[in-house]
């Protein structure tokens, strides 16, 4: 038997015994591989990953899934897209390729009606895409040991909603985990996603990957950045930074006169001050605090508040 052939059926039963064992990261490049490390060695019951456009997340997040499916019995896996064409055009695809090389012995069966992945030890992924609300509460009620989240800041749904009163109670009895994956959206203020990175900073949950951690060549990503005219775009699709577009501002011209505008003032002696609330529960509740100062006939503000789901208890 020639030596390349032999190659070829050693690789081959190699990968057939990688998959026997769950064991599959050898599929993803460099920059996938840093951050499933990352996941695999997270304790928080949350994982947060911003990262740019073409770094292979939701290829990332499906090969996470199987693996979890392969490695346990009897698993509930959930991953969610923003709408059920996502699933279809995306996901669906993605998983596909991680499979093709599975044997028969442990090839799961799709279920087409129920967007499902059964597994011959019991183990199901399950696909959501959450169009509306109710599709997101159609998926009320049953266990999950692992969600995952795909495109998380272009979900309709209140994202918020969907973690908090859909998702994290499924994971409590089975002591589970969620993983929440997106690019920065365009118009990051009220977006939820913008909540969860801050959060997931401020307990070691989060990783941030750019274009340039992507191991695509130096050359390739020059040209597609002079090819991106808009900073605002480059520093959101590709830097996976939280920036406005300026075709979401209400005026654009504030991007360049908010430093002239925004100043510290000194509160005069003589003022009226005034709250301006607008209230709120999934959608924010807000609040300007400012006054009026008689002698330079100006309004000031000086802060203002946004809050969900408050009361006037919290």
């Known amino acids: 038997m020639p030596s390349e052939e032999c190659s070829i059926k050693s690789k081959k039963a190699a990968q057939a015994e990688l998959f026997r064992r769950g064991i599959l990261h050898w599929q993803l490049r460099p920059v996938q591989l840093g951050i499933y490390n990352f996941i695999k060695d997270s304790e928080n019951l949350k994982t947060v990953l911003n990262c740019s456009r073409r770094?292979?997340?939701?290829?990332?997040?499906?090969?996470?899934?199987?693996?979890?499916?392969?490695?346990?019995?009897?698993?509930?896996?959930?991953?969610?897209?923003?709408?059920?064409?996502n699933l279809r055009l995306i996901l669906h695809p993605i998983i596909q390729n991680i499979l093709k090389e599975c044997t028969k012995e442990v090839m799961p069966h799709f279920r087409t009606m129920d967007n499902l992945y059964r597994f011959k030890n019991g183990s199901e992924i399950i696909l959501h895409g959450v169009d509306n609300q109710s599709k997101c509460d159609s998926m009320r009620g049953t266990a999950c040991h692992l969600a995952l989240i795909d495109e998380a800041s272009s979900i309709g749904t209140p994202l918020e909603y969907l973690i908090t009163d859909i998702l994290q109670p499924m994971l409590l009895t089975t002591n589970g985990s969620m993983i929440i994956s997106s690019t920065p959206p365009s118009n990051?203020?009220?977006?939820?996603?913008?909540?969860?990175?801050?959060?997931?900073?401020?307990?070691?949950s989060y990783i941030h990957k750019t274009i340039y951690d992507?191991?695509?060549?130096?050359?390739?990503?020059?040209?597609?950045k002079r090819e991106t005219p808009l900073e605002d775009v480059w520093q959101r699709e590709y830097e996976a930074k939280f920036v406005?577009?300026?075709?979401?501002?209400?005026?654009?011209?504030?991007?360049?006169?908010?430093?002239?505008?925004v100043q510290r003032n000194k509160r005069p002696d003589c003022f009226l001050p005034f709250t301006s609330l607008d209230m709120g529960w999934v959608d924010s509740s807000a609040a300007l605090l400012g006054y009026y100062d008689f002698k330079k006939g100006l309004i000031i503000i000086e802060d203002e508040i946004e809050m969900k789901k408050h009361t006037t208890k919290m």
């Open 55 to 85: 770094l292979g997340k939701t290829h990332l997040l499906s090969l996470v899934a199987i693996e979890s499916a392969l490695s346990k019995p009897n698993q509930k896996i959930k991953i969610v897209a923003p709408t059920t064409k």
């Open 188 to 204: 990051p203020k009220g977006n939820y996603f913008l909540t969860l990175t801050e959060e997931a900073k401020a307990n070691g």
């Open 214 to 224: 992507s191991g695509y060549s130096p050359d390739l990503i020059a040209r597609f």
């Open 244 to 261: 406005f577009s300026k075709d979401e501002l209400v005026i654009p011209e504030w991007v360049e006169k908010e430093k002239d505008i």
